[in-house]
């Protein structure tokens, strides 16, 4: 038997039967790995099926214009107060939201407010510590009022409700597929990043065309994807047009929600009165 065994070897090349001892060199792929999870912590914020509204929650047109007036009322607040009243607003708001949009509006807004307050540091040097306050209280307000409108409303009601202000078809289904096509790309772009760093093996002293790679192949999907979006338009019968749906008609809570947004402006201009 060992000598069939020897025959059958010794009729291979010498370096098919050498052992080899591969050891590849060590590298390091932090900044691929920080590129991967910076990327997925993107797309879990930008997460277009997460909306849920409640049955006391204004129609989309409403809550649209609700959150644009509270952003900029709190923008034109000189007076502190005034800001500190819509921050108890925007946190009473923010703890009867689900744990998961709890989990999406915490950490933007405190993250967004946390780097206004670092690029306000040198006025803070300079003696003006109210300036990075002030400003920092506003971004984190209007940020979890942005944030506050996207997790409380459907995606399809949040894009259909621009035609309720006669903004163009084209524009409001431009918004729409741009939206869904950078959550889509950005998907496929993890995969991609994630199969870079496990088929890395040993130095890549390439990283950029590594990454240049992934582009090109993010800009062939995109292609692939537009001619699939305009074949199955094409295939419905899309005329040009993009219909209000019936869910975005206009609900008797509305009235309550007109109100306090009254109320609500009153109270601006009240304090705004007192400084």
């Not at 050498?18 to 060199?25: K, Q």
């Not at 040198?122 to 996207?150: D, E, I, R």
């Not at 062939?220 to 001619?227: G, H, I, T, Y």
């Amino acid at each position: 038997m060992a000598s069939e065994r020897d025959k059958a070897f010794g009729s291979l090349p010498s370096w098919l039967v050498a052992s080899e001892d591969y050891r590849p060199n060590s590298d390091r792929d932090g900044f691929l790995a920080r590129s991967l999870l910076s990327m997925t912590a993107l797309l879990s914020r930008l997460r277009l099926d997460a909306g849920r509204a409640t049955p006391f929650s204004p129609s989309a047109p409403l809550k649209l214009v609700m959150g644009l007036a509270c952003i900029l009322l709190t923008s034109l607040s000189s007076n502190y107060l005034f800001v500190v009243v819509m921050l108890a607003v925007v946190l009473v708001r923010t703890c009867l939201l689900p744990a998961d949009g709890l989990g999406r509006v915490v950490p933007v807004s405190a993250g967004a407010a946390a780097l206004t307050v670092i690029l306000m540091l040198p006025a803070t040097l300079l003696g003006q510590s109210h300036s990075a306050v002030l400003v920092g209280t506003k971004v984190l307000v209007s940020v979890g009022v942005a944030m506050l409108v996207a997790v409380t409303t459907p995606a399809g009601e949040l894009t259909g409700s621009l035609r309720a202000f006669h903004i163009p078809s084209v524009v409001v289904l431009t918004f729409d597929l741009a939206l869904r096509g950078i959550y889509d790309l950005g998907t496929v772009a993890v995969e991609m990043l994630a199969a870079l760093r496990l088929r890395s093996v040993g130095r890549n002293g390439d990283k950029a065309g590594s990454l240049g790679g992934v582009g090109g192949m993010l800009f062939l999907r995109a292609n692939d994807s537009a001619e699939t979006t305009y074949e199955a338009m094409r295939c419905r019968g899309f005329d040009g047009e993009y219909d209000l749906p019936a869910g975005h008609a206009w609900r008797a809570s509305d009235v309550t929600w007109i109100v306090a947004l009254g109320l609500l402006v009153a109270v601006f201009a009240y304090l705004q009165g007192l400084m």
